[in-house]
């Protein structure tokens, strides 16, 4: 599966090059993310990071839409530097003109959420339970302390956790 999206970069990087009639230097191609991004241009790094999960989950429309959209980041910071904005004109140009696609800044496909561990907290409301990530459970522990905005008293652990 990584072959087809290299060979999307590479021919989307010839297409650039075909527009502008000059070479743009390759980037290194990464499948190390995950979560909610498709994509990742890594513009000081000369680096393309991909989601192989939603490839597999968008396979024609990765390939149609989301690697142009990264390569496009590349090509812009290449030929404009590092000052235009993300999806700014430079970007929209090379997406319509280069690529004949519309520029969209965001993909629409269905993201698992993954489940998360809570820990809930409580204070004197009546509906004052506060779910805390690990992170801030683990901070408590080392002596933090939250306090309940409406009626300012300290957070304590109810002994209770859920998954989210």
């Given at each position: 599966?990584?072959?087809?999206?290299?060979?999307?970069?590479?021919?989307?990087?010839?297409?650039?090059?075909?527009?502008?009639?000059?070479?743009?230097?390759?980037?290194?191609?990464?499948?190390?993310?995950?979560?909610?991004?498709?994509?990742?241009?890594?513009?000081?790094?000369?680096?393309?990071?991909?989601?192989?999960?939603?490839?597999?989950?968008?396979?024609?429309?990765?390939?149609?839409?989301?690697?142009?959209?990264?390569?496009?980041?590349?090509?812009?910071?290449?030929?404009?530097?590092?000052?235009?904005?993300?999806?700014?004109?430079?970007?929209?140009?090379?997406?319509?003109?280069?690529?004949?696609?519309p520029?969209?800044?965001?993909?629409?496909y269905?993201?698992?959420?993954?489940?998360?561990?809570?820990?809930?907290?409580?204070?004197?409301?009546?509906?004052?339970?506060?779910?805390?990530?690990?992170?801030?459970?683990?901070?408590?522990?080392?002596?933090?302390?939250?306090?309940?905005?409406?009626?300012?008293?300290?957070?304590?652990f109810?002994?209770?956790?859920?998954?989210?």
């Open positions: 599966m990584p072959e087809q999206i290299h060979a999307r970069v590479e021919a989307c990087y010839q297409q650039a090059e075909a527009f502008f009639k000059q070479r743009f230097a390759r980037p290194e191609v990464s499948f190390k993310l995950r979560g909610q991004k498709a994509g990742v241009a890594h513009l000081t790094e000369n680096k393309l990071r991909f989601n192989l999960q939603l490839y597999r989950a968008n396979h024609e429309d990765f390939l149609h839409q989301t690697v142009p959209h990264e390569v496009a980041h590349m090509i812009a910071h290449q030929l404009f530097g590092p000052r235009i904005q993300p999806h700014g004109e430079e970007w929209q140009l090379i997406m319509r003109g280069v690529y004949e696609l520029p969209h800044r965001c993909h629409s269905e993201v698992e959420r993954r489940k998360v561990n809570r820990f809930i907290y409580r204070c004197s409301c009546p509906d004052g339970e506060f779910p805390f990530s690990a992170q801030r459970h683990a901070l408590v522990a080392k002596g933090r302390r939250y306090y309940c905005r409406r009626c300012k008293v300290t957070l304590t109810s002994g209770e956790q859920r998954q989210e």
